[in-house]
């Protein structure tokens, strides 16, 4: 089993989850990421953003698996959000929030 490294910058605001699972399977394809078909056919991108976003209490821990153009994808959240492609870990500890992005309602 070969395991892949991710060097993308995830700072939870620029980069979303949706992004990291794209470059995940990416690079677990050793593709480069505009080759993939688009993730909203598997599965919504805001909503999967929005899951894994930080709430007002603080962040938010959980894990999601759902497959996306044949591949089983795991998305864990504890500290960071960590991303599996095919039982692989590809990208791990991605910080996700932070006091801007965090959403405030009046």
């Known amino acids: 089993m070969r395991r892949e490294s991710f060097s993308g910058s995830f700072d939870g605001i620029s980069e979303s989850v949706s992004s990291a699972v794209i470059a995940a399977v990416a690079t677990h394809r050793e593709t480069d990421p505009t080759r993939l078909p688009p993730l909203y056919e598997w599965i919504d991108p805001d909503a999967l953003d929005a899951l894994f976003a930080p709430a007002r209490s603080g962040p938010r ?5 759902f497959t996306y153009d044949g591949h ?3 998305v864990d959240c504890t500290d960071g959000v960590s991303v599996s492609v095919d039982g692989s870990p590809v990208a791990e500890s991605i910080p996700i929030g932070s006091e801007s992005a965090t959403r405030t309602d009046a």
């Not at 821990?61 to 698996?65: D, I, N, P, Q, T």
């Open 61 to 65: 821990s959980g894990r999601l698996e």
């Open 72 to 74: 089983a994808i795991a």
